[in-house]
Nanobody, 125 residues
Framework: QVQLKESGGGVVQAGGSLRLSCEVS????????MGWFRQPPGKDHEFVAA?????????YTADSVKGRFAISRDDAKDTLYLQMDNVRPEDTAVYYC?????????????????WGQGTQVTVSV
């Protein structure tokens, strides 16, 4: 079992920066990939970024955030990050952390088998 807890969300001015964190606990050695998804108001879940947990390297980033957001891992603290720079009002969403121990995330980028509860990000104008 894997437990995930997001934090770092809040209100940020357009053009500003924010860093989201996902604390990972449990059977972390079984995790192959992790990532971030988001759900804007009234819209479906959408992919943001994916990372190889074992290598700590970025694998994929959505076109909508490419060049502005960066996914990374702090292995010593078992924490996943999403650095958000030059945020836009359309980035407003609930952001979710996901972990995959079953090999289901990367083939279709639909998430892993573990999810956090989400953290709200609101970009003001």
């Amino acid at each position: 079992q894997v437990q995930l807890k997001e934090s770092g969300g809040g209100v940020v001015q357009a053009g500003g920066s924010l860093r989201l964190s996902c604390e990972v606990s449990g059977q972390t050695s079984d995790i192959a990939a992790m990532g971030w998804f988001r759900q804007p108001p009234g819209k479906d879940h959408e992919f943001v970024a994916a990372l190889s947990w074992r290598r700590g390297s970025e694998l994929y980033t959505a076109d909508s955030v490419k060049g502005r957001f960066a996914i990374s891992r702090d292995d010593a603290k078992d924490t996943l990050y999403l650095q958000m720079d030059n945020v836009r009002p359309e980035d407003t969403a609930v952001y979710y952390c996901t972990a995959d121990t079953a090999g289901i995330f990367l083939p279709r980028l639909r998430g892993g088998n573990f999810w956090g509860q989400g953290t709200q990000v609101t970009v003001s104008v």
